[in-house]
């Protein structure tokens, strides 16, 4: 039973995190000034394609829009026009804007506001896919059959201009009521055909509801935890930059666009690369599953096994949350033709996920990374070295070059507003599709790039879960020995405790005594101490 009045939000300070991490919001006064001053370097070489209706799919008041999407249902298939933000034409490479951007990695999310990768003159005003503004884009154009599959593909320059701002519950929403937008009107189609595409590769989609926080108006300076689930729309707007990157990939492997003949000289290419999971971590799931009482027929995949879960089981939350622990290793692997051995350079890093701009930010129930777990990204990976790898396009790449959750060869390019590697990415598939030298200076900074990507994973992600702890700790820190209700997300083992979930509020803890896995139980809140960020609980209550 409630022991205390229920507190549904408490105040809580982030600025001890962002001074713990070294997260500096401020940007030099050099580097402001690149941005404000920045200009397009190729304005007269581009495409003029403003001609395509393109809507941005966000989250509400985000304004760091780094894509905007327009989906055609054609004869033989679709049509997918993606237009992503062109830093790499505003930032002089050797300027010192450039040079902060790869100290700082990539924009960080925190639920009272951003620190950005750029200064946000740029990434949320002059460079950013505002509605009703022309601007410079990097326009991917992928012709797909009717199974939503990639036929011919490239990127070009171009001038773009995006129709409307919509975020991810209105289009579930205007889906639901079979209202959507014109430009994204074929989106549920396209977007379910590429998801059994996935499952028929052997991707891994997690659709873990996240844990995230949000202030609360009616009172200055608090916050609340909420559970937000993952909706279809999320799901759909997911594949389209998960294809774009997988296009991306072929791009840099083949050394020329679709419609292209392969490319010559030195393979070099910016990759997300995931090994894929150890057989004995399936095993250890697979006798979850049975545990569980849940089927799993034995020449069934692990991502088949996963969509087909009931969402509202306690079992689902068990075995997804189970399952992010196969994804693990992931990296930026480059290749820059500098060896001969096979073998890229895989640069370890952790989890890159999209905040709520100024609004929350998000950490997914049971651990692991927001979002659908295909390349919300998570994991680590140790070094290699670089070479000249003798890799093929598509799915017949080598396994150290493919990313295991989404069951090819992979690369970032959908968001270089706020990640650095997808500046230089996109800059080797623009230079591949129009038969031009990569430049040197995407060149020079692959592997500092997947260095600083490395690095600032790390900290995006112990930032992301010191957020959530600080605010699940200040919520409960009045309410010591009250009773609650939970589902047991892990099982103890010799050296963890268990790991319980309590729906109201949301929040994810140690639990002692042994509770069984997959079952509802009662838990006796035992500690909550906002200093050290830490809760805890205990069974039986």
Same mark, same amino acid.
């Given at each position: ?30 580097? &402001? ?21 393109f ?35 505003v ?7 450039a ?14 506001? +951003? ?16 509605? $009703?503004? +022309? ?23 171009? &001038? ?28 549920? $189609? ?18 873990l !509801? ?20 993952r +909706? ?25 666009g ?19 999971? &150890? ?36 079992? +689902?939350?068990v ?33 890159? &996920? ?20 295909? $390349? ?22 080598p ?19 706020r990640?650095l ?17 990569v ?41 010591g ?9 892990? $099982? ?23 509770? !069984? ?10 500690a ?14």
């Amino acid at each position: 039973m409630e022991l205390h009045q229920r507190i549904v939000s408490a105040p809580v300070d982030f600025g001890a995190i962002r001074s713990e991490f070294g997260l500096a919001s401020a940007y030099p006064a050099e580097a &402001t000034t690149a941005a404000r001053d920045a200009i397009d370097a190729f304005a007269g070489h581009r495409s003029d394609r403003t001609d395509i209706p393109f809507v941005t799919i966000d989250p509400p008041g985000a304004l760091d829009l780094d894509q905007a999407v327009h989906i055609e249902r054609t004869a033989s298939g679709f049509t997918v026009h993606y237009a992503i933000a062109d830093v790499g034409a505003v930032i002089d490479p050797a300027g010192p804007l450039a040079r902060e951007a790869g100290m700082r990695g990539q924009t960080f999310y925190l639920p009272d506001g +951003t620190v950005p990768l750029h200064p946000t003159i740029l990434s949320e005003n002059s460079a950013s896919l505002l509605p $009703e503004q +022309t601007r410079p884009a990097a326009l991917w154009t992928i012709e797909c059959d009717e199974n939503a599959e990639p036929q011919r593909f490239s990127v070009v320059r171009a &001038t773009v201009r995006s129709r409307a701002r919509l975020d991810y519950a209105s289009v579930q929403a205007d889906a639901d009521a079979n209202r959507l937008h014109p430009s994204i009107a074929a989106l549920p $189609e396209f977007g379910t055909r590429r998801i059994e595409a996935g499952l028929a590769r052997g991707a891994i989609g997690l659709r873990l !509801p996240a844990q995230s926080i949000i202030r609360d108006d009616s009172a200055d300076g608090h916050w609340r935890l909420v559970v937000e689930p993952r +909706t279809a729309a999320d799901d759909w707007n997911e594949q389209v930059s998960l294809l774009t990157g997988m296009c991306a990939a072929r791009i840099m492997l083949n050394g020329s666009g679709s419609d292209g003949a392969p490319g010559a000289g030195a393979r070099i290419a910016l990759l997300r690369t995931m090994p894929p999971p &150890t057989e004995s971590a399936i095993d250890s799931m697979r006798r979850t599953a049975a545990a569980l009482g849940v089927e799993w027929p034995t020449d069934e995949s692990v991502g088949r096994m996963l969509a087909g879960l009931d969402p509202k089981a306690p079992a +689902t939350l068990v075995l997804m949350s189970e399952a992010t622990g196969l994804l693990r290793g992931a990296a930026y692997t480059v290749l820059d033709g500098a060896m001969d051995e096979a073998g890229g350079s895989p640069i370890g890093g952790g989890r890159t &996920t999209r905040g709520a701009a100024a609004g929350g930010g998000g950490q997914s129930v049971g651990g692991g990374p927001t979002g659908g777990g295909q $390349e919300a990204g998570s994991g680590r990976a140790t070094g290699g070295s670089r070479s000249t790898n003798g890799a093929r396009s598509g799915n017949n790449a080598p396994n150290n070059l493919q990313h295991s959750a989404i069951g090819a060869p992979y690369a970032h390019v959908t968001a270089p507003l706020r990640r650095l590697a997808d500046r230089f990415a996109t800059e080797i598939c623009l230079a591949r599709c129009a038969g031009t030298e990569v430049p040197q200076w995407v060149r020079d900074g692959l592997v500092p790039t997947a260095e600083s990507m490395k690095r600032s994973d790390s900290i995006a992600g112990k930032v992301e879960r010191a957020c959530i702890d600080l605010t699940e700790a200040t919520l409960l820190a009045e309410r010591g020995g009250t009773v609650f209700d939970a589902i047991v997300v892990r $099982e103890a083992n010799g050296s963890r405790a268990a790991e319980v979930f309590v729906a109201d509020p949301p929040v994810v803890g140690p639990c002692l005594g042994g509770p !069984p896995e997959g079952s509802n139980v009662q838990v006796r809140l035992i500690a909550a101490d906002p200093a050290t960020r830490k809760v805890g609980f205990t069974f039986p209550a």
